[in-house]
C-alpha cells in the first residue's frame, strides 16, 4: 500500500519534527549540531520557506516553517540528505540517518502556535540538559532573547507576540518562562500539553500507508483483521515516544487493557530476545 501524499499549502506555519533511526543519537557532539545548523542555513537558502524557529537535541531536531510556493517534501530531503552524508563521511559510516521520513503538522491557530513555542524553548529544559531555556545554545531562543541577527525570521516569530516590538519580546519571554504547565510522558520526550495530545498522536497515524478511512476507523476503535497488524505496531510506535497507555487507548476508542495487552507483548518479546541473545 502506497503512503498517503501529504497535505501541504502555501502560506502556511508547520511544526516539523524528525528523530534518529532507532531513537539513536543523530549529533555526537557540539560539532555535529553547528554542522547541521549550517546544513539548514545553506539549504534553507535555496528554498521559497521562512524558518521562524528551531531546536536540535541529541536524537532529534525540530523545525517552524512559514511555507512559500516550494516543496516542503523536497527541503526536508535535501536537508537530511546532506547532513546524513556530512555525518557519514566526519564518522566513516554508512546507511541512513533518520527514522522513515519526517513528520510535519499545521499550526492551526495563534494558541497552538504559542504552546508549540513554549514546549520547544523548553524542550532541553524537559529533557535534562540545561536548567533554562536561555542556557542552551542550540534554540532560536538563545538568538531571539539576545537580538542577535540570524537566519530564521525573528521579526516574524515576535509578530505572533504582540506589538510593538518591545512588547512583543516582553510577552514572549514570558511566555517561555512563564506558560502553562506541558505534560512529560517519558524524560525523552518533548513536553506535549494535554490538549494537544490528539495531534501528536495524528502525526504518528500519518507515518503509516493507511487512507483517510482507515485512520478514521481506528480512531473510532474499529479495526478489521486486515489492519490488527498496523494497529499493534501504531501502539508500539505510540509507547516508543513515551504515551501513556490511557491516552493511547483514548485516542483509538479502544479499551485500555487491550492497549496494555499489545504494549506489555512486546516489552516481554523484547526481554525474551535479550535473554536468548
Known amino acids: 500500500m502506497c503512503r498517503p501524499l501529504r497535505s501541504i499549502h502555501p502560506d502556511t506555519i508547520y ?5 534518529g533511526n532507532n531513537r539513536a543519537f543523530i549529533y555526537e557532539s557540539e560539532q555535529d549540531k553547528a554542522m547541521f545548523l549550517k ?51 566526519r ?38 540538559l540545561t536548567s533554562t531555556p ?18 530564521f525570521d525573528s521579526d516574524q516569530l ?15 519571554r514570558e511566555m517561555v518562562s512563564n506558560g502553562k504547565p506541558c505534560m512529560v510522558a517519558r524524560k525523552d520526550c518533548f513536553a506535549v500539553d494535554k490538549s494537544e495530545l490528539p495531534m501528536y498522536l495524528d502525526r504518528i497515524m500519518d507515518s503509516f500507508p493507511l487512507s483517510s478511512q482507515e485512520q478514521e476507523s481506528l480512531r473510532k ?8 497488524d498496523v494497529r499493534n505496531t501504531m501502539i508500539h510506535q505510540m509507547r516508543d515516544f513515551g504515551y501513556s ?4 487507548s483514548e485516542y483509538l476508542s479502544t479499551d485500555y487493557f487491550v492497549v496494555r495487552r499489545i504494549a506489555m507483548k512486546k516489552a516481554a518479546n523484547s526481554c525474551q530476545a535479550r535473554i536468548c541473545g
Open 15 to 19: 511544526h516539523l519534527y524528525q528523530r
Open 91 to 128: 564518522y566513516q559510516r554508512s546507511g541512513n540517518l533518520y527514522d522513515g521520513r519526517f513528520c510535519s503538522r499545521s499550526v492551526e491557530n495563534e494558541r497552538q502556535f504559542r504552546q508549540l513555542i513554549h514546549y520547544l524553548a523548553n524542550n532541553p529544559v524537559v529533557a535534562g
Open 245 to 248: 497507555c490511557t491516552a493511547i
Open 39 to 89: 546544513t539548514l542555513v545553506e539549504t534553507m537558502g535555496k528554498y521559497d520557506l521562512a524558518l521562524l524557529y528551531y531546536v536540535i537535541m541529541d536524537n532529534h531536531f525540530h523545525l517552524v516553517v512559514r511555507t512559500g510556493q516550494d516543496s516542503l517534501s523536497e527541503f526536508m530531503m535535501v536537508l537530511q540528505r546532506k547532513y546524513t552524508f556530512r555525518y557519514n563521511l
Open 134 to 151: 536561555d542556557e542552551f545554545p542550540w534554540c532560536a531562543h538563545r538568538l531571539v532573547i539576545d537580538g542577535l541577527v540570524s537566519f
Open 221 to 228: 476503535g474499529e479495526c478489521p483483521e486486515p489492519l490488527i
Open 158 to 172: 515576535l509578530s505572533h507576540f504582540g506589538s510593538p516590538p518591545t512588547q512583543a519580546m516582553q510577552e514572549y
